[in-house]
């Protein structure tokens, strides 16, 4: 497997603990994933499932409770989990950057527009100068899709509406050309309407920028509609993984299944749906499936252990015992 071929970033048995006052919770329960080059991954999964984890463990930007960071998070062959504070700190900014949920509090409320984007191109390029970089920031702006992108430049965050200062996080993080680019629920805060914009500036930017995405969101649509694969987590561990017309087509997890069947169509019609019983908890251990208690397809089998994510056709894993037995 050559350079092109190999993925951008291979995930190895990466487990998560955090220290709580309940015990130890096991956040993320030894993942292994790969990320293509220049290619959309959505990370699905309710609230809990461990996906904003996944991202910022991608950053190193863990939680000071977390008491184990294990396994490999390869970057074209270097584990970022061995670098030291300051060789990561050279990864963030430059090869790897995110889209926080939430702009207004990702941006500081001191600092103009244009500061914030040249900031982040001075960390990338030490030597640019101040009118090169804001050139550079406001042909950027335009990119984005803000209009008066000069006079953009001079505003403050809490001058924008919430779209727009999406649209600055994703012009900071465009920017510095990275090749990984994070992006954990950026149109939750949004209404639909600029949802819709926001999930199309995505579309059309995918035809300018070469590196690969990790979208994480808990919209099947949106995920559909812009991800070239699709990565599905419940309770710390992936339930399956592949391209996103496959896998939504022809879904061999119970969860999976179960997240489709709650999606609202178009039209609205048919009755609200919704997953019986809770989310597992995340202190206690793995002794079954961790889906089993809300499961409709249990079998004896499920009662031994997490079954492993292991392959149902070419690309395509599933970790279920009866993926290819039970038609979910």
């Not at 500061?115 to 982040?120: G, P, Y």
Request: aromatic fraction near 4%.
């Amino acid at each position: 497997m050559d350079a092109l071929t190999s993925p951008l970033v291979s995930i190895r048995d990466l487990t998560i603990d955090a220290t709580t006052t309940r015990g130890e919770a096991h956040i993320l329960r030894g993942l292994s994933l790969d990320i293509g080059r220049g290619r959309i991954l959505g990370v699905v999964g309710e609230s809990g499932s461990g996906k904003s984890t996944l991202a910022l463990a991608l950053l190193r930007l863990l939680p000071a409770n977390v008491s184990r960071a294990s396994g490999q998070i390869l970057l074209d062959g270097t584990n970022l989990l061995a670098l030291n504070a300051s060789e990561m700190g050279a990864y963030r900014g430059t090869r790897i950057a995110m889209i926080f949920q939430d702009p207004m509090t990702a941006l500081n409320p001191l600092f103009t527009v244009g500061s914030h984007l040249t900031d982040v191109l001075r960390r990338r390029e030490p030597g640019i100068a101040r009118q090169q970089a804001l050139q550079r920031a406001e042909s950027m702006l335009t990119l984005v899709g803000i209009a008066d992108p000069a006079l953009r430049l001079n505003a403050y965050p809490h001058q924008l509406s919430g779209g727009m200062r999406q649209r600055i996080m994703i012009a900071m993080a465009l920017l510095v050309q990275p090749d990984l680019l994070i992006a954990d629920e950026p149109t939750t805060a949004l209404d639909a309407t600029v949802e819709a914009q926001i999930v199309e500036l995505f579309s059309e930017l995918r035809t300018k920028f070469s590196g690969s995405v990790v979208f994480i969101s808990h919209h099947l649509g949106l995920v559909a509609e812009l991800c070239d694969d699709i990565c599905v987590m419940y309770g710390g561990v992936i339930v399956e993984s592949g391209p996103v017309d496959d896998v939504l087509a022809r879904p061999k997890h119970p969860y999976t299944r179960a997240l489709l069947d709650c999606e609202i169509d178009d039209k609205g019609e048919g009755r609200l749906v919704s997953i019986p019983g809770e989310v597992p908890d995340p202190v206690s251990q793995l002794t079954a499936c961790v889906f089993l208690p809300r499961c409709a397809h249990v079998a004896e089998l499920c009662r031994g252990g997490q079954p492993r994510l292991a392959p149902v056709s070419p690309h395509h894993s599933s970790a279920c015992v009866r993926a290819q037995e039970v038609l979910v």
